[in-house]
């Protein structure tokens, strides 16, 4: 990829497409780390979007001159190779522990905004999810070229709909957690986001041909998702009890724009659906090329273990899981600050 903004733009759609997953999409993940903290999710934001265009460029520039074709030689780059190996390990662990959030999600989807059943929503999505992995990927990308721009244009669209309504409300809202909580939510959204975006972009950087695409991609990248995170702050915040609901984002098209309802579920759907076939997919590559085991017992095996966990539901996964892991990624972020 040589040095034009064509390319730039390349590679900051990849790295928001990358970062913008099932969470993201429905709003569930910006009420955990953003929006629950009042008026200092606004701020927060902020402080996640200057990270982003920061430690995300700095890991694809790291990526590139080390020449890591894989997340496990950046991780081993980055902790030496025998604490790498224990963290890819963990990664293992958190991707799928991350893939049944994924897949919660969809039954999520089905019982609150279909009025359907949730084992419905996760074995259609899993039935689905397993044809694509194991038939080929081709068309994962023409999707996400589709849904991640509608999300957007969406996005922006509700936002303008609740600052019209409700101007700058989200600017008083009050915490309903202590407020150091939400200043350190910033750090633990980031390193968790951009260590599951290893798998994607740790490859991705290696093989751009010029660093200023890389620089200039990040910019791009780290303030579209900035944006991305103000509009659905914004818009959540306009909804009364927020908190109570798992696709807030949903809830929100319900109450202001609901010619557009339907169309908005399909465009949650299609970006966990793709969430959870990336996840799989990445996976099982990862574990084939540790054991010598056929495809598609991986792939089972696999599906049963994120089946398993998703029983859980969609909101406590989210709630308990993903501050655990922006925890534990702050080690991982520590290192991507200090490493030259």
């Known amino acids: 990829m040589s040095r034009s903004w064509l390319g730039a733009f390349q590679i900051g759609a990849v790295y928001v497409g990358t970062i913008v997953g099932a969470g993201f999409a429905t709003g569930k993940e910006i009420v955990q780390f953003f929006t629950q903290y009042g008026w200092i999710g606004f701020f927060s934001i902020l402080i996640s979007g200057f990270l982003f265009i920061w430690l995300g460029t700095k ?3 790291v990526s590139k001159r080390i020449k890591a074709t894989s997340y496990k030689e950046f991780n081993e780059y980055l902790f030496g190779v025998s604490a790498g190996t224990v963290v890819n390990l963990f990664m293992l662990i958190i991707l799928t522990c991350v893939g049944a959030v994924m897949l919660s999600g969809a039954g999520a989807v089905f019982e609150e905004q279909l009025g359907w059943h949730y084992q419905l929503g996760l074995l259609l999505t899993v039935g689905l999810a397993v044809c694509v992995v194991l038939i080929g990927v081709k068309g994962l990308v023409g999707v996400n070229i589709v849904v991640v721009p509608i999300m957007i ?6 936002a303008g709909n609740a600052l019209m309504e409700h101007g700058l409300d989200f600017l008083t809202l009050a915490s309903q957690q202590p407020s150091w909580k939400g200043w350190i939510s910033p750090v633990t959204y980031v390193a968790f986001n951009l260590a599951m975006a290893q798998p994607v972009l740790v490859p991705l950087a290696t093989e ?6 890389i620089k200039r991609g ?3 990248g780290g303030l579209v998702l ?8 914004i818009s959540i915040a306009s909804l009364p009890n927020f908190q109570t609901f798992e696709i807030p984002m949903a809830e929100v098209v319900k109450l202001g724009m609901i010619s557009f309802f339907g169309m908005y579920v399909f465009v949650i759907y299609g970006e966990i659906f793709t969430s959870v076939v990336s996840d799989i997919f990445g996976l099982q590559r990862q574990l084939e090329s540790m054991w010598n085991i056929p495809r598609y017992i991986v792939t089972i095996v696999l599906v049963s273990i994120i089946y398993t966990i998703s029983q859980i539901g969609y909101g ?3 709630e308990h899981l993903y501050p ?3 925890y534990i990624s702050i080690a991982f972020l520590i290192l991507l600050i200090v490493r030259k």
């Not at 244009?153 to 509700?158: M, V």
């Open 324 to 326: 655990l892991f922006g």
């Open 153 to 158: 244009a969406f996005s922006f669209f509700i």
């Open 59 to 61: 890991m694809m520039l």
């Open 226 to 233: 900035c944006f991305i995170l103000i509009t659905c702050h």
């Open 218 to 220: 990040g910019f791009i």
């Open 208 to 213: 751009v041909d010029d660093e200023w695409v």
């Open 316 to 318: 406590s996964l989210i």
